[in-house]
């Protein structure tokens, strides 16, 4: 997802007329960016209205015997996988019956405690991205892919030492996910993602009875700053509906999120501009002189401008500025030694470890030979019909109903960053009762965080870029800890305050 090539859409986005969203792309980053590019664009007709849970479906008619299917699902072992005592499971689990429409999922019960710990489930974003790619397979997830693209490596900070960890592939076209009515492809779009996504979760939850009662959390970053928040309110909208608890959902996190374009969008680059990226002029010019509402035609200033941050930003990871890029795209032989937190080709490795045939028969998935091979983010997924330009009534509706709201931030992301996020909660407007403060883990500043009255916290994760598990694994685990627990990010230095593994 760090070619450089991604940031073309910071000049093309002025110049190309689309009408509906086109989101096809093979890297999570260029997969946000064709989509914000049709946002931003007058003639654009994607649905940008609040959004709403879809009314007129007949949930019991959605809900299905999955007798017998747990067991079915149980992955024995990963081939190249290192010895582990907790349990995986993959596979299928119909959406849409009519349509034949099924979505794979990975599940890693966690390492201790499974029968008391919560249930966490982690998307993705895109849209259009695989969470079993990004999230089980590079951020949070047990094991990471080796150079050799056939073996793998623990990961000693998975998040499955805090909780059940659920990976979804969604929506159909994702991954795994399918669907075989071809059509779906080109009908996709938030709604119709947190409907599927609702109806998939009641499922599994059948599927995995044991769970039903567990304290429910839902995770995310990028995008899922959309489909985290949507989900959760399908969840809320039916519980009020069936006036019982069907879902126990108690919070939720997202992460480097989009969650109100304007202030997205400003914050981009504002960010780049004071991380001596791009020149304050050109910032300055962006914010004044381009009218991304607009269809009329842009002015020289903005045209200048946004030809200014395509150059600078050309030849950078946007998703962690500071962060190598991946030089040479080829598999090794034998294991490459890791130096770096994690390595920037891990999407090679990944994508050639996914589409191993035996990879695929332990996993469960592709059961119906797909007629694509597997990618990170979607090729196949063609059109995204709508995606609102603010998810802020949702995170209110949620502290009103007293859901836990967190939302984290990678400091060294450029293309979600930290001021974008910082601009869209100030615009919440919710006053403050913990100032900003240091977290600590391990006696070193994990980040910042500030607790806003009513249950928001916001925190920032040091020196890290997009994928915060990826590149500060453990601040990211005990971020993830304090985030269950209910428990403030520690404000003090003591060196025990959290033990890890
Ligand atoms: C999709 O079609 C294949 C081939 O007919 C079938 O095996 C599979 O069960 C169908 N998927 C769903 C979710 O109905
Ligand atoms: C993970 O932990 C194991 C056991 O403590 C250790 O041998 C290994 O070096 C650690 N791996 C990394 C990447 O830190
Ligand atoms: C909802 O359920 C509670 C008991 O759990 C009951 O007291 C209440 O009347 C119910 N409300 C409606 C609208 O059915
Ligand atoms: C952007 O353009 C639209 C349509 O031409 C116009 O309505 C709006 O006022 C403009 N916004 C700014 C900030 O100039
Ligand atoms: C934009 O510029 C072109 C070429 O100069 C011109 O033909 C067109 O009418 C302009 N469009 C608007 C909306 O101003
Ligand atoms: C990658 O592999 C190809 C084919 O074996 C080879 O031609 C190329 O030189 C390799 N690239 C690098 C950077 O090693
Ligand atoms: C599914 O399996 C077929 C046949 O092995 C393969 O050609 C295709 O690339 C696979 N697709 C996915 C999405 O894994
Ligand atoms: C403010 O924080 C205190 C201490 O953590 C907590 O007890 C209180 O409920 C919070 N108040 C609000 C309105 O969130």
Redesign the pocket.
């Known amino acids: 997802m760090n070619k450089p090539s991604c940031s073309l859409f910071l000049l093309s986005f002025l110049i190309v007329t689309l009408f509906v969203a086109e989101i096809d792309g093979s890297k999570q980053s260029r997969a946000l960016d064709k989509l914000q590019k049709s946002k931003f664009n007058a003639n654009s007709q994607i649905d940008m209205n609040h959004f709403k849970a879809q009314k007129n479906i007949l949930l019991d008619a959605m809900i299905h015997s999955q007798d017998g299917m747990k067991e079915k699902d149980r992955i024995e072992k990963l081939p190249g996988q290192p010895n582990v005592k907790f349990s995986q499971y993959g596979g299928y689990v119909t959406v849409d019956k009519l349509a034949g429409r099924a979505f794979y999922y990975y599940f890693v019960e966690a390492a201790h405690s499974k029968e008391t710990l919560p249930l966490l489930l982690w998307l993705n974003g895109g849209p259009g991205c695989s969470s079993l790619a990004y999230g089980a397979m590079e951020e949070l997830g047990p094991f990471r892919v080796n150079s050799d693209g056939k073996t793998l490596?623990?990961n000693?900070y998975s998040w499955n030492y805090a909780a059940n960890v659920l990976f979804l592939e969604s929506p159909a076209g994702v991954g795994f996910s399918y669907s075989n009515k071809s059509s779906d492809y080109d009908n996709n779009g938030d709604r119709k993602t947190a409907t599927d996504n609702y109806v998939f979760l009641v499922n599994w939850l059948e599927r995995f009875p044991e769970y039903k009662n567990r304290d429910f959390y839902i995770t995310g970053e990028s995008y899922a700053g959309h489909y985290v928040p949507q989900l959760a309110h399908n969840i809320l909208y039916h519980n009020k509906k069936a006036n019982r608890t069907i879902v126990n959902l108690k919070g939720i996190m997202i992460g480097n999120a989009v969650i109100n374009d304007d202030t997205d969008n400003k914050g981009m680059y504002d960010y780049l501009a004071s991380h001596a990226i791009i020149s304050d002029q050109a910032a300055y010019n962006i914010n004044t002189f381009c009218n991304f509402s607009s269809n009329s035609n842009q002015t020289t200033e903005c045209n200048e401008a946004t030809t200014e941050v395509y150059k600078n930003t050309l030849f950078i990871d946007v998703y962690n500025i500071y962060a190598p890029v991946c030089t040479n795209h080829n598999l090794t032989t034998r294991p490459k030694r890791?130096s770096v937190a994690i390595d920037p080709c891990s999407d090679d490795y990944i994508q050639a470890y996914l589409n191993r045939v035996d990879v695929q028969e332990a996993l469960h998935a592709n059961v119906t030979k797909l007629k694509y091979d597997w990618e990170p983010c979607s090729n196949i997924i063609s059109k995204w019909g709508d995606s609102p330009s603010t998810i802020i009534p949702l995170l209110h509706e949620f502290l009103n109903n007293g859901l836990r709201v967190w939302i984290f931030s990678g400091d060294i992301d450029a293309r979600v960053p930290v001021t974008s996020t910082k601009y869209s909660i100030k615009k919440m407007n919710l006053p403050i009762n913990t100032t900003w403060y240091p977290w600590f883990i391990n006696g070193e500043v994990g980040g910042y965080a500030e607790v806003y009255k009513g249950g928001l916290t916001f925190a920032t994760v040091r020196e890290a870029g997009h994928q915060v598990p990826s590149y500060q694994p453990a601040r990211a685990l005990s971020l993830i800890k304090h985030f269950l627990n209910g428990t403030p990010l520690p404000n003090t230095q003591r060196l025990s305050d959290y033990n890890l593994?």
């Open positions: 490596h623990k000693n890791i593994l």
